[in-house]
């Protein structure tokens, strides 16, 4: 029973570190695309 709490509480650690990634990823995306959008309308 212990071993297995110790695989999920580790299988969780993991999976809101890999959010936290994919959470960035998506800002860091969506900031690269709203700057894009942003030069495109001022070189217009």
Same mark, same amino acid.
């Given at each position: 029973? &212990? =071993? *297995?709490? $110790? #695989?999920?509480? %580790? /299988? %969780? $650690?993991? @999976? /809101?570190?890999? !959010? &936290? $990634?994919?959470? /960035?990823? +998506?800002?860091?995306? #969506?900031?690269? #695309?709203?700057?894009? =959008? +942003? !030069? @495109?309308? +001022? *070189? =217009?």
């Amino acid at each position: 029973m &212990r =071993v *297995s709490a $110790e #695989i999920w509480q %580790g /299988t %969780g $650690e993991h @999976d /809101t570190n890999a !959010m &936290r $990634e994919a959470q /960035t990823w +998506l800002l860091m995306t #969506i900031i690269a #695309i709203k700057k894009a =959008v +942003l !030069m @495109d309308w +001022l *070189s =217009v």
